[in-house]
C-alpha cells in the first residue's frame, strides 16, 4: 500500500515524473535573463512537455547505479532495462557490501524473476507507473501558473530558464493524481537549447486531499526536487530526486516519506532476456561492491 502512495507522490514530483518527473550537477547563480524568450512562459512549459511526450526514453537499454538514502540508512543497487522491464540487484547497504545472508536473500528475490509470472507482473507495475507520469506530466501546463524568473547555467555551460510556478485557479483536476498540483508552487528549469524539462522543486504551501479526501491527505510544508539530464548519447533520465512528505493513507494510517535517491554511471547495454540481466548484473554489481565504499 505504502509504496503506491509513494508512486503518487514522486511522479506528482515530476514526470517519470515518474513518474514518469536535470542536472548532472549543482545549478550556478542566478542571473537576470538579457534575453527573455518573447512568448508567455506557459507556452514554452507546454513546448517542452510536448518535446517529452514526443522524445521519451530512447530504444536503447541501459544500466545504471541508484542509491536510495532514508533516515534509517542507504542503499545502493545496479539495475539494468530489459524488453521486459527493469531489475535491480543490491550492492550495498549503508556504503557496505552486503554480508553473505544478505547477499544469498536478495538473490533468491531476483532469481524469483525468472517465473514469467512475476516478471510480467512487475513489468506490468512498472508501465503503469510510466501511464501515471504521463497523466501528470501533460497536466503540467493547464495545472499552473508560470512567470519567468531568470536564468541560470548548468556546469556543463548550458543556459536553463528558470520559471516560478503557482497553481492555476481555474484548473479542475480530472484524477486524483492531479490533484497535488492544487497545493503546490515552486520552481521549473527548461533547457531551451534541447527544449526538455531539466528540474522541478516543489513545496506544499497547504494540507492536499487526494483521491477527493477519500485516500489520503499530504501535509503542509512537504517537498520535492527532481531533476533530469542527458545522460549520454541524447538519452535523458531521472538523476536525483528528493522528497519529504507526511500526511495520512485512507485518513487514518500516518504517512512519512524522506528520501534522496541519485541515479549515475549510466551506460548502454544490448538487449537481453531477463537470464541474460541476471547474469550481467551479477558480475557487474559484483565488481561494484568492491568499490562502493567511500565513494558516494
Not at 483521491?211 to 535523458?236: I, M, P, T
Request: hydrophobic share 40%; with cysteine.
Amino acid at each position: 500500500m505504502r509504496a503506491c502512495y509513494r508512486h503518487l507522490v514522486a511522479t506528482a514530483a515530476l514526470l517519470t515524473i515518474a513518474v514518469a518527473v536535470c542536472l548532472s550537477g549543482a545549478l550556478g547563480e542566478a542571473e537576470v535573463p538579457h534575453n527573455q524568450p518573447s512568448m508567455p512562459p506557459v507556452e514554452l512549459v507546454r513546448k517542452a512537455v510536448a518535446n517529452e511526450m514526443e522524445h521519451p526514453k530512447t530504444a536503447r537499454f541501459y544500466m545504471w547505479t541508484d542509491r536510495v538514502v532514508k533516515p534509517k540508512g542507504s542503499q545502493t543497487k545496479q539495475m539494468v532495462e530489459t524488453p521486459d522491464g527493469i531489475i535491480a540487484r543490491l550492492v550495498a547497504i549503508n556504503d557496505q557490501p552486503l554480508t553473505p545472508e544478505q547477499r544469498k536473500a536478495d538473490d533468491n528475490r531476483i532469481d524469483r524473476l525468472l517465473d514469467p509470472a512475476k516478471m510480467r507482473a512487475k513489468a506490468a507495475q512498472q508501465k503503469e507507473d510510466e501511464q501515471h507520469g504521463q497523466k501528470l506530466l501533460r497536466a503540467l501546463p493547464e495545472a499552473f501558473n508560470y512567470a519567468y524568473a531568470g536564468t541560470e547555467t548548468t556546469p556543463q555551460g548550458h543556459q536553463v530558464i528558470k520559471l516560478d510556478f503557482s497553481p492555476n485557479p481555474n484548473f479542475a483536476p480530472p484524477d486524483h493524481e492531479t490533484q497535488v498540483f492544487q497545493g503546490v508552487q515552486g520552481h521549473l528549469w527548461i533547457d531551451t537549447r534541447v527544449m526538455r524539462v531539466a528540474k522541478i522543486d516543489g513545496t506544499l504551501f497547504r494540507d492536499v486531499d487526494f483521491g477527493w479526501g477519500v485516500l489520503g491527505r499530504l501535509d503542509k510544508g512537504g517537498s520535492f526536487v527532481v531533476e533530469q539530464a542527458d545522460v549520454g548519447n541524447g538519452h535523458w533520465d531521472t538523476t536525483r530526486m528528493e522528497l519529504k512528505f507526511d500526511g495520512r493513507i485512507l485518513m487514518v494510517k500516518r504517512l512519512h516519506i524522506e528520501e534522496t535517491e541519485t541515479e549515475r554511471d549510466f551506460r548502454p547495454v544490448p538487449e537481453m532476456s531477463v537470464q541474460q540481466a541476471l547474469e550481467m548484473l551479477r558480475k557487474s554489481s559484483d565488481q561494484l561492491a568492491s568499490a562502493v565504499r567511500g565513494s558516494y
